[in-house]
């Protein structure tokens, strides 16, 4: 492994970490600042792992922030393969070379005194048509190849297929990156590399075996706390410990997707901008959406938050989400409108939907007149599985 240069990205302690991350908005606790120091000390890849939301693609951002280094970002996808990933051959370029060979081809073998010089000085050409001048970087090659000191995100490896992790290898190991037609490239300057995983899917022994690894969780009640303050929503701080709390039950419900820590953040300045000062049921049955983005976890967790805030109170019998039951775009009752009432009905009957379709197989729920769309994906919800 290549012995990296001495630059201001280094960090002098575990303290200094967590202060100069803290300094950027970025609240790590002692296990992550050891982990970013040992990552920079040692010239080691990071592999995060974790729910979505809990802050590791921000710590690669907030990393090249506070070192100053330029920040390089491999987005992972299903079907990637390494031309997408590491360099892309530029043929449109070799083409034109190629045409002005052939125009010049009579300069170059003219003074030839037989066909095997003339043919020896035409492949002596080939390295002007096999070389970096054709290379269009991808990030992995921009981060070994560049000059400048780079922190490489690698986001969402889960999501690729296995054949991408197998050309990070040699990256990870070496910091170095074999482009058969030119050679190798070695990073004068290793780059630091965080990997970050959802756990969508398990990655190879060999892609763990070259990195540091942190399993990163939702934090607990007060460094969430203090993240929501770093972040300067708005929210007062009553209000804000009691988002934090909300949220945190909220996230131990059976959930399709759990609110994210950035999600509790934008609730929060949600919150702030709507000029509240104490939460209610009522104001966050109306500003849940911001949190919660599928409709099966918005009508569940509606039945539940008068008892996460305020054990005494209730919702409302109309919820802002019910989506034109009863009421129409403009404001009037629709109670009157037989066929748009009967058609509205008819798109929850039980058997609409194959096994296929995100809920349960087998029949539906029972309607209840009246009642809000949430509140009878919660019902469907509940008749599958127990709470």
Known sequence: MPTATPDHARFGSIEEVADRFAGAGYIADRKLAATVYLMSALDKPVLLEGPAGVGKTELAKTLAEVTGRRLLRLQCYEGQDETKALYEWDYGKQLLYIQMLREKIGDVIADAPDLASAVARIDAQDSVFFSDHFLAPRPLLEA???????VLLIDEVDRADEALEAVLLECLAEYQVSVPEVGTYTAKVPPLVVLT???????????????????????????ELE?????????????????????????????????????????????????????????????????????????????????????????????????????????????????????????????????????????????????????????????????
């Open 144 to 150: 070994v190849r560049g000059e400048e000191p780079a």
């Open 197 to 223: 995983s959802n756990n969508t899917r398990d990655l190879s022994a060999a892609l763990k075996r070259r990195c540091l690894h942190l399993f990163l969780d939702y934090p607990d009640t007060e460094r």
């Open 227 to 387: 993240i929501l303050r770093s972040k300067k929503t708005g929210l007062p701080d009553a209000a804000a410990r009691t988002l934090v709390e909300v949220v945190r039950k909220l996230r131990g419900l059976r959930l399709r997707k759990s609110p994210s820590i950035s999600e509790t953040i934008d609730w929060a300045r949600t919150l702030a901008v709507l000029g509240v000062e104490e939460l209610s049921p009522e104001v966050l049955a109306e500003t849940a959406n911001v949190v919660l983005k599928y409709e099966r976890d918005l009508g569940r967790a509606l039945q539940v938050l008068p008892d996460l805030v305020d054990p005494n109170r209730e919702l409302p019998a109309e919820l802002p989400h019910s989506h034109g039951h009863g009421h129409g775009h403009d404001g009037h009752s629709h109670h009157d409108d037989d066929g748009g009432r009967a058609a509205r009905l008819a798109k929850d009957q039980p058997g609409r939907h194959d096994e296929n379709y995100y809920g349960s197989p087998g029949a539906g729920p029972a309607q209840r007149a009246g009642g809000s769309q949430g509140g009878r994906a919660f019902d469907a919800f509940t008749r599958r599985r127990p709470v």
